[in-house]
C-alpha cells in the first residue's frame, strides 16, 4: 500500500460546483494531516491543516477518520481559480511529510 | 507576507559536477527542509534540519548530499557529483514548529536543475 494515496483524477467541473476527494495514508502513526494546492511548475502552497474533528474554511472543508485512515477535502462552489493540483499530505515522524501524487482539478465556466 | 527565497531559479550543470542549491527561510522559523520533485511526479521529502544538524532524512539523501546553515539566514543543499537522474525540482520550506506537532511548511518557489 501507498504511503499516501489519493483518487487519481483528473476532476472537470463546471463553476460554481461542489467537488470531493479522498486519500488514504497507511501509516496509523501519523498525526498530522494537511491539504496543500500545487499550480503548475509551482511551489506547493498549505491550503489547511485538517483536525480531528474536521475543519472548515470558507468554501473549503477537512474532514479525517483516524479509524479509516481516511482524510477528504470538499470544495464547494467552485471557482475557476481553484484549477490547480490538489496534495495530500501526512506526516511519517516528527518532521518527514509525505506527499500524495496530488488530483488535478480544472473547473471549466 | 515572509516568504522562504530560492536561487537560482534554474540551473543546469554539466553531469559529475557539483551544485549548491540556496535558500534563505523565513526569519523565525526553526525548521528546514529539501524536498524534490521530479518532472510528474510527486513531491519527495529529503531531509530536515534543526538546531545545527540534521533531523530526517529520507533513503534518497544519499553520501552525494549534504545541508548546511552557514552564516544563520542561508540553507543550502549541496550535490557532490550530479547524475542525469538529479533533475528535478528542489523546494525547500521552513517551519515554526515540527510537523508531527501540526505545524505545517512553508515551501519556496523552487530551484529547476537540470543535469546535462
Known amino acids: 500500500r501507498k504511503e499516501v494515496e489519493q483518487d487519481p483524477g483528473p476532476f472537470n467541473v463546471p463553476e460554481g460546483a461542489t467537488v470531493a476527494f479522498n486519500c488514504t495514508y497507511s501509516n496509523s502513526a501519523s498525526q498530522s494531516f494537511f491539504w496543500y494546492r500545487q499550480d503548475c511548475r509551482k511551489e506547493p502552497k498549505l491550503l489547511m491543516s485538517v483536525y480531528s474533528s474536521g475543519n472548515e474554511d470558507g468554501r473549503f472543508t477537512a474532514q479525517l477518520n483516524r479509524a479509516s485512515q481516511y482524510i477528504s477535502l470538499l470544495i464547494r462552489d467552485s471557482k475557476l481559480s481553484d484549477s490547480a493540483t490538489y496534495l495530500c499530505v501526512v506526516n511519517i515522524g516528527r518532521h518527514d511529510m509525505r506527499f500524495g501524487a496530488g488530483t488535478r482539478l480544472t473547473v471549466k465556466p | ?116
Not at chain 2, 530536515?48 to 529520507?58: H, V
Not at chain 2, 546553515?69 to 515554526?96: H, Q, V
Request: net charge negative.
Open chain 2, 1 to 116: 507576507e515572509p516568504e522562504v527565497t530560492q536561487t537560482p531559479s534554474h540551473q543546469v550543470t554539466q553531469m559529475g559536477q557539483e551544485v549548491i542549491l540556496r535558500c534563505v527561510p523565513i526569519s523565525n522559523h526553526l525548521y528546514f527542509y529539501w524536498y524534490r520533485q521530479i518532472l510528474g511526479q510527486k513531491v519527495e521529502f529529503l531531509v530536515s534540519f534543526y538546531n545545527n544538524e540534521i533531523s530526517e532524512k529520507s533513503e534518497i539523501f544519499d553520501d552525494q548530499f549534504s545541508v548546511e546553515r552557514p552564516d544563520g539566514s542561508n540553507f543550502t543543499l549541496k550535490i557532490r557529483s550530479t547524475k542525469l537522474e538529479d533533475s528535478a525540482m528542489y523546494f525547500c520550506a521552513s517551519g515554526w514548529g515540527t510537523v508531527a506537532s501540526n505545524q505545517p511548511q512553508h515551501f519556496g518557489d523552487g530551484t529547476r536543475l537540470s543535469i546535462l
